[in-house]
């Protein structure tokens, strides 16, 4: 019987179905051990060994594991592993043109969030030499609320400060991963109104705030700093009677506008 006859009667076996249940083995080894990261695993011969399957399979469920920051392969050591860290892995997905309009919204609402959700930790943790700091990045701050929009480099050195001093390396490293998202967010249209410049809290204003150790009024100051983008979300949508969420902001009658 030739190979195309035998093809038609026996159907072929799903390779990927095995690097995925080699990948699952894998990962319920990895957790009855009781493996921790810098543990190294055995290797790639002897897992092969182990579960009767070929090196290449075993090397491709590897591969999965590494691009999911699971294990790394280290010079002498072999494999170990790893604690993944949690925004390089959504950073590989976090690119903003392929992102739907529905993503890069909750993006641009996730960072307002945290923003002023972070006010707590800021004011506690925030050393003098922090402040000095701040005071020394927003010195030349200019009134313009619109100046400090467009300068997004100073946008991201003030703001950055204040993810470093909350010491949560996990929260900064999702700053690096939402501004991006958030400028684009901003940047393309999406979320786009305009609204006139009435009243703003500038950073220096948030740092005097800072500097008196005041967590409510920081949290409170961060919250209009940001209002203008709030009001972006807010904002009734065309046609409707609701806003775009069905949501309404309690803070839409003081004319307050900021861009920032
Ligand atoms: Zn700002």
């Given at each position: 019987m030739n190979t195309e006859d035998l093809k038609s009667l026996i159907p072929a076996v799903d390779t990927r179905s095995l690097v995925d249940r080699v990948e699952m083995n894998l990962m319920d080894f990895f957790i009855k051990r009781n493996l921790k990261p810098g543990d190294p695993i055995p290797k790639e011969i002897e897992l092969s060994a182990a579960m009767g399957v070929s090196r290449t399979v075993i090397r491709e469920s590897l591969n999965r594991l590494k691009t999911m920051g699971l294990v790394e392969a280290k010079k002498h050591r072999g494999t170990i592993i790893k604690s993944p860290d949690i925004a390089e892995i959504l950073q590989k997905s976090m690119i903003p043109r392929i992102l739907n309009e529905t993503t890069l919204r909750d993006v641009f609402e996730m960072r307002l969030i945290l923003e002023v959700g972070m006010a707590d930790l800021v004011v506690s943790r925030a050393s003098d030499q922090d402040i000095e700091e701040l005071f020394e990045i927003v010195k030349d701050e200019s009134l313009q609320s619109a100046d400090t929009l467009f300068d997004v480099d100073y946008e991201i050195r003030f703001h950055g400060k204040l993810y470093e001093i909350t010491g949560n390396e996990t929260l900064k490293s999702f700053q690096g991963l939402l501004l991006p998202i958030f400028n684009y967010a901003y940047s393309s249209g999406l979320i786009n109104k305009h609204f006139e410049n009435k009243h703003y809290v500038s950073h220096k204003e948030l740092v005097e705030t800072l500097r008196h150790r005041d967590a409510d009024k920081f949290r409170n100051d961060m919250r209009w700093h940001l209002e203008n983008h709030?009001?972006?979300?807010?904002?009734?949508?065309?046609?409707?009677?609701?806003?775009g969420y069905g949501i309404k902001s309690s803070f839409n009658s003081s004319g307050r506008n900021s861009l920032s």
């Open positions: 709030f009001r972006r979300i807010m904002v009734k949508a065309e046609g409707s009677s609701e806003n």
